[in-house]
């Protein structure tokens, strides 16, 4: 989703475009190699392991992916001088802040999945210089497979009435938007670190049931959303109650709800099926 979103942001770059069949970035060796050979300037590390449920039970291949792996692209990325972007998550936070959490707070996951992403901003930070840690969160975009948004308008489709939790608390994010912030982060050389980046919300954030009501609203469809809480639907990964990433570094981007209108009208499919 995010990686199609940066070729299409970076197209007159004409960027080389790797999926794990090019480059396998758990395997150190390779990394090295292929890069070496590339002789990049940027790198835009898109790749990530992102089943938070599955993590649980997998958490030596989400901390391959997620974790060593972006190390041997920052010892890769520091050997050709090269800028490495990274992106990491809100889940790397324990969500008990209602304030949400900004870009230098500490840490502390409550998942294998955060942890592993946390795994990856430690081999970030530790083993290159020139970097951008972009935090995104709920991202959804016109490509992948899975995201909440479609979901959601799927299941709109065939049942009456949807329960989704309204305990849980975050900002959502286009993909679209995410990578034009990420081309607008490297055009004005902006300082390497962490920055957060969504779609602006109310400063409290808003709830999943919020962002599923919108987006049925939004298609016209007449199935009722109903909140209720997650206590209704026990999953084996914790997820943060409060993920609210606060952006104190970049100027906003635009809402949630202006953004979510354009992804529903321009490539999700499900407006024009509705």
Not at 136 to 157: D, M
Not at 186 to 213: F, R
Request: hydrophobic share 35%.
């Amino acid at each position: 989703m995010l990686g199609h979103a940066l070729a299409e942001i970076f197209a007159d770059q004409n960027p080389i475009l790797w999926d794990s069949a090019d480059l396998d970035i758990t395997k150190a060796d390779q990394v090295k190699t292929k890069l070496a050979e590339l002789k990049p300037t940027l790198i835009l590390n898109a790749a990530a392991y992102t089943d938070v449920d599955c993590a649980e039970r997998n958490k030596e291949l989400a901390n391959s992916v997620n974790g060593y792996g972006v190390g041997y692209l920052a010892k890769a990325a520091k050997e050709l001088g090269a800028i490495l972007v990274h992106y990491s998550t809100d889940y790397i936070f324990d969500g008990k802040n209602k304030n949400g959490y900004k870009e230098n707070d500490p840490t502390n996951p409550i998942s294998a999945y955060g942890f592993s992403k946390q795994l990856g901003e430690q081999q970030l930070q530790q083993n290159c210089e020139m970097y951008y840690l972009i935090r995104s969160s709920w991202l959804f975009g016109e490509y992948g497979g899975k995201n909440f948004v479609k979901r959601i308008l799927t299941k709109a489709q065939n049942q009456r009435k949807l329960k989704v939790v309204n305990d849980h608390f975050g900002k959502p994010t286009y993909a679209k938007d995410l990578a034009a912030k990420t081309r607008e982060i490297i055009n004005q050389q902006k300082p390497c670190g962490i920055y957060h980046v969504t779609n602006e919300t109310m400063p409290e954030g808003i709830s999943w049931y919020d962002l599923a009501k919108k987006a049925v609203e939004l298609v016209g469809l007449k199935t009722e959303v109903v909140p209720c809480s997650s206590a209704e639907f026990p999953q084996p990964a914790k997820r943060p109650k409060y993920a609210m990433l606060v952006n104190t570094k970049l100027k906003p981007m635009r809402s949630w709800e202006e953004a979510l209108e354009e992804y529903l009208n321009l490539g999700s499919g499900i407006k024009e099926n509705s």
